[in-house]
């Protein structure tokens, strides 16, 4: 996003200084570009403040450039999550093309019926990990290894207007699962993987982030 | 489509391009939109935490929030600006964890000075290595608005989304980094940093 007027009309000399820095870079509207260049041939110690910038700016770049790349480890655990939570992350019904039709035909309009939908799929889906869960963990890749045995449960009660889309990449980013219901109120038992106390906190810290789609949640037993 | 003109349309498609493609839940735009940003944004990420493993892993949760919120994305910013909000949330909740916000003022002072003695010239080529250096000593804020704007090259309004604040907060923020490092240099004896 470029400044394409500066709201100040004609550039100040404390404007013109502290756009020097965007200027060097190119990232000032044409007008400000203007400014600074008329401004360059008034004041007689603008040039050596852009000098400094332009040092500054040398000096941070060649920093940063310096930054070795990240660990190769970092795209294969990234690409690993990915797999992990495509099976939570369902798309969004409204995006279906004809293949969808009948299951939006069959569910209708109403959120809810589409997270009970959804609901009733992760069940399905955690049931099978469970069922095919191997002795070793993680003998049959990542999702088979998330341990939702020990896990906590929570009792969450999510917006009538979440959609089965939103509430899917909800769970799947903190590898949560439906589990059962929903529940007289609408509420849903969602169960974490076994971690720890303070995990269990910041995962409730972060359904509760999401007012759009969560109304309350609760500790489950 | 052969791997080699996949990866060409890859690298040809636009950052919201990929993005849409993401939304649709292709995992080679993920790849290809990590290849794209990694080296800068990892950069970013180390100098903002000074700390490779924890930038690692903050890259990693940047990016799985793309994948998981790409659906999301409205087009009110550019991708670069949105990823970069995320990546700078993700990094100051890091820091906020490790309480590293409130001290980190006190842990820049601690950071041994390797600077020469003060009445020494530091040759040209030098300066780029001793503003490097003293730019460590800035506060999370200074050196965060240092690099999205020499480095990443966003221009005011696009830091102002990153950081979720007003562009004359931008403006200030980097009027205060430039006047710390100036004073930095003076009192090492720096000739023209005064300038």
């Known amino acids: 996003m470029r400044h394409?007027?500066?709201?100040?009309?004609?550039?100040?000399?404390?404007?013109?200084?502290?756009?020097?820095?965007?200027?060097?870079?190119?990232?000032?509207?044409?007008?400000?570009?203007?400014?600074?260049?008329?401004?360059?041939?008034?004041?007689?110690?603008?040039?050596?403040k852009l000098a400094q910038v332009q040092r500054e700016r040398e000096a941070v770049s060649r920093a940063a450039e310096t930054v070795e790349p990240a660990p190769p480890e970092t795209l294969q655990r990234l690409l690993q999550q990915v797999e992990t939570t495509r099976q939570w992350r369902v798309p969004r019904i409204e995006n279906q093309g004809e293949g969808s039709n009948w299951l939006k035909g069959a569910l209708g309009r109403n959120a809810i019926w589409q997270v009970a939908f959804a609901a009733a799929c992760v069940a399905i889906v955690a049931l099978g990990i469970r069922i095919y869960s191997p002795s070793a963990p993680g003998e049959f890749g990542v999702a088979g290894s998330i341990n939702h045995a020990e896990g906590t449960t929570l009792l969450v009660t999510f917006q009538p207007a979440a959609t089965l889309a939103d509430v899917a990449a909800l769970l799947g980013g903190l590898s949560a699962i439906i589990v059962d219901g929903p529940k007289p109120g609408g509420t849903y038992v969602v169960q974490l993987p076994a971690v720890q106390d303070k995990d269990v906190d910041a995962a409730i810290s972060d359904l509760m982030s999401h007012r759009d789609l969560v109304v309350t949640v609760l500790r489950g037993s | 489509m052969d791997m080699l003109s996949a990866r060409s349309a890859d690298a040809a498609a636009s950052d919201g391009q990929l993005l849409a493609r993401i939304a649709r839940g292709d995992q080679d735009a993920v790849t290809a939109l990590y290849r794209r940003l990694e080296r800068p944004l990892f950069a970013f990420l180390v100098k903002t935490?000074?700390?490779?493993?924890?930038?690692?892993?903050?890259?990693?949760?940047?990016?799985?929030?793309?994948?998981?919120?790409?659906?999301?994305?409205?087009?009110?910013?550019?991708?670069?600006?949105?990823?970069?909000?995320?990546?700078?949330?993700?990094?100051?909740?890091?820091?906020?964890?490790?309480?590293?916000?409130?001290?980190?003022?006190?842990?820049?002072a601690?950071?041994?000075?390797?600077?020469?003695?003060?009445?020494?010239?530091?040759?040209?080529?030098d300066m780029s290595h001793t503003i490097a250096r003293l730019m460590e000593k800035l506060s999370v804020d200074h050196r965060i608005v240092l690099q999205l704007a020499y480095f990443q090259e966003f221009s005011v309004g696009q830091i102002a989304e990153i950081l979720d604040c007003p562009e004359n907060t931008v403006k200030t923020r980097m009027f205060y980094a430039r006047q710390r490092l100036r004073a930095m240099l003076e009192a090492e004896g720096i000739e023209g940093a005064a300038a």
Do not use: C
């Not at chain 2, 919120?69 to 909740?93: C, D, L, N, P």
């Not at chain 2, 020469?116 to 080529?125: F, G, I, L, Q, R």
């Open chain 2, 110 to 125: 601690q950071i041994v000075d390797e600077a020469p003695p003060a009445d020494s010239k530091v040759a040209a080529e």
């Open chain 2, 49 to 108: 935490l000074r700390d490779r493993e924890a930038a690692a892993d903050v890259l990693n949760e940047t990016m799985l929030d793309v994948w998981r919120q790409a659906g999301r994305f409205e087009g009110k910013s550019s991708v670069a600006t949105w990823i970069y909000s995320i990546a700078h949330h993700k990094a100051i909740s890091w820091l906020r964890k490790r309480r590293e916000v409130e001290l980190d003022e006190e842990t820049a």
């Open chain 1, 4 to 48: 394409e007027q500066h709201p100040h009309g004609p550039l100040e000399p404390q404007d013109v200084e502290e756009l020097l820095p965007w200027y060097v870079t190119g990232r000032v509207s044409r007008e400000e570009a203007r400014g600074i260049e008329a401004a360059l041939k008034t004041m007689p110690d603008l040039a050596d």
